[in-house]
């Protein structure tokens, strides 16, 4: 008797064991529930079901850094689908490191990791790290189009331009597919070839499967081409067609609202955002709702949304997001206040003196502020050269 009630006792104490290594995987790296409207069909369950079976692997084999490593991956998608960044880039970077420590050995998990770890270095703004990331990437695998891809974004984002079109020669070479035309195509936006850029998005859009997260912001980006080019109808025309093949997309959504707002149709830009944010909590579609109240005339309540986008940006810091220039931005458009926004511009030209964006900005900035010697300086920066 007394053996099998020590047996009993073994056996519930490594129930209750088990029991707690389930709940601190749980916690440790929740999944946050998708809303409805985002489960586009069998997507949120094939999610939810890797979720359940990376987290028991885990569990079971703790030592397994396959298993982080996917998950990380996962939780980069949800970021993406949910605009959740700031609870999921910080796991995906904790699950990484753990994966990458774990695979020392492992060429193939070392690549893998890093290769992951460049690209929510990006996503968070983190430019130079990324790069520096990415390269380390290259000399265990010199032959994967993704991470070319990472060095594509992080030139590009820290002006080094002629590099980043030989990233993206390399990138086309090994794998001409959605990823790498898009990058062909944002590159020729840079260079001032329009028509070419729009060419290259649209091969970009036919490489893509209609109704996934990545061909919906390719199409998002030909959209936008359409409407930096003047043709506003086709750009709908893009817009419209993403939300028929993923119906709650909410960029679609908040693109189709920025161009009701810039032709008076308010009330309808109104709706259509509060759509798009109650989908997910994305900074720049509260940014839109502020421009939009302040055009109804509402001033009161577009300033207490603008407070709000300060509180979301200091939350988006806390998670390791890079904001200076969305802070430079927020300041000039929403607050009207040129010093604090000139503050902001320039911490962010300290870090990324050639980037083409950064020097637009400061152009226009220095421009309304009446300085006209500096709106030159940064205006001549902002001219990338031909190759």
Same mark, same amino acid.
């Given at each position: 008797?007394?053996?099998?009630?020590?047996?009993?006792? %073994?056996?519930?104490?490594?129930?209750?064991?088990?029991?707690?290594?389930?709940?601190?995987?749980?916690?440790?790296?929740?999944?946050?529930?998708?809303?409805?409207?985002?489960? =586009?069909?069998?997507?949120?369950?094939?999610?939810?079901? +890797? @979720?359940?079976?990376?987290? #028991?692997?885990?569990?079971?084999?703790?030592?397994?850094?396959?298993? @982080?490593?996917?998950?990380?991956?996962?939780?980069?998608?949800?970021?993406?689908?949910?605009?959740?960044?700031?609870?999921?880039?910080?796991?995906?970077?904790?699950?990484?490191?753990?994966?990458?420590?774990?695979?020392? #050995? =492992?060429?193939?998990?070392?690549?893998?990791?890093?290769?992951?770890?460049?690209?929510?270095? +990006?996503?968070?703004?983190?430019?130079?790290?990324?790069?520096?990331?990415?390269?380390?990437?290259?000399?265990?695998?010199?032959?994967?189009?993704?991470?070319?891809?990472? +060095?594509?974004?992080?030139?590009?984002?820290?002006?080094?331009?002629?590099?980043?079109?030989?990233?993206?020669?390399?990138?086309?070479?090994?794998?001409?597919?959605?990823?790498?035309?898009?990058?062909?195509?944002?590159?020729?936006?840079?260079?001032?070839?329009?028509?070419?850029?729009?060419?290259?998005?649209? /091969?970009?859009?036919?490489?893509?499967?209609?109704?996934? #997260?990545?061909?919906?912001?390719?199409?998002?980006?030909?959209? =936008?081409?359409?409407?930096?080019?003047?043709?506003?109808?086709?750009?709908?025309?893009?817009?419209?067609?993403?939300?028929?093949?993923?119906?709650?997309?909410?960029?679609?959504?908040?693109?189709?609202?920025?161009?009701?707002?810039?032709?008076?149709?308010?009330?309808?830009?109104?709706?259509?955002?509060? /759509?798009? %944010?109650?989908?997910?909590?994305?900074?720049?579609?509260?940014?839109?709702?502020?421009?939009?109240?302040?055009?109804?005339?509402?001033?009161?309540?577009?300033?207490? %949304?603008?407070?709000?986008?300060?509180?979301?940006?200091?939350?988006?810091?806390?998670?390791?997001?890079?904001?200076?220039?969305?802070?430079?931005?927020?300041?000039?458009?929403?607050?009207?206040?040129?010093?604090?926004?000139?503050?902001?511009?320039?911490?962010?030209?300290?870090?990324?003196?050639?980037?083409?964006?950064?020097?637009?900005?400061?152009?226009?900035?220095?421009?309304?502020?009446?300085?006209?010697?500096?709106?030159?300086?940064?205006?001549?920066?902002?001219?990338?050269?031909?190759?």
């Amino acid at each position: 008797m007394k053996i099998l009630i020590y047996i009993s006792f %073994i056996a519930l104490l490594l129930s209750n064991c088990k029991n707690e290594k389930t709940k601190d995987i749980s916690e440790e790296y929740p999944l946050i529930e998708r809303k409805e409207s985002l489960r =586009n069909g069998k997507e949120w369950e094939n999610m939810h079901n +890797l @979720y359940t079976k990376l987290a #028991e692997t885990i569990r079971l084999k703790p030592n397994d850094p396959k298993a @982080y490593i996917e998950m990380a991956e996962l939780f980069m998608v949800e970021a993406r689908v949910t605009g959740e960044h700031g609870h999921y880039y910080p796991l995906a970077l904790k699950l990484i490191e753990q994966g990458q420590m774990m695979g020392k #050995e =492992n060429k193939d998990y070392q690549f893998r990791a890093m290769s992951d770890k460049a690209s929510v270095q +990006l996503s968070l703004h983190q430019f130079e790290n990324a790069k520096n990331t990415a390269q380390e990437a290259i000399k265990i695998n010199a032959y994967n189009s993704q991470i070319y891809g990472a +060095l594509v974004d992080a030139n590009v984002e820290l002006g080094n331009y002629k590099e980043a079109v030989e990233m993206a020669d390399k990138m086309v070479s090994i794998r001409p597919d959605l990823r790498s035309y898009s990058r062909v195509s944002y590159l020729r936006e840079i260079y001032g070839d329009l028509d070419g850029a729009i060419e290259a998005m649209k /091969q970009a859009v036919e490489s893509g499967y209609p109704g996934y #997260e990545e061909t919906a912001w390719t199409r998002l980006q030909l959209g =936008n081409l359409y409407k930096k080019k003047g043709d506003t109808l086709q750009a709908l025309y893009q817009y419209h067609k993403i939300l028929d093949e993923r119906p709650n997309y909410a960029f679609a959504m908040a693109a189709i609202a920025e161009q009701e707002m810039n032709t008076n149709k308010l009330d309808s830009a109104e709706k259509r955002i509060d /759509q798009a %944010i109650a989908l997910m909590p994305e900074v720049s579609f509260y940014i839109l709702k502020s421009e939009i109240k302040t055009k109804q005339g509402k001033e009161d309540e577009s300033m207490q %949304i603008a407070k709000e986008v300060l509180t979301m940006l200091q939350a988006d810091e806390k998670a390791g997001h890079k904001m200076d220039l969305t802070y430079a931005r927020v300041y000039d458009q929403l607050f009207s206040d040129e010093q604090k926004a000139l503050q902001y511009g320039l911490k962010e030209y300290e870090i990324r003196p050639n980037n083409v964006e950064v020097n637009k900005f400061l152009t226009d900035l220095y421009t309304k502020m009446g300085n006209v010697t500096k709106a030159t300086e940064h205006h001549a920066k902002s001219m990338v050269e031909k190759i």
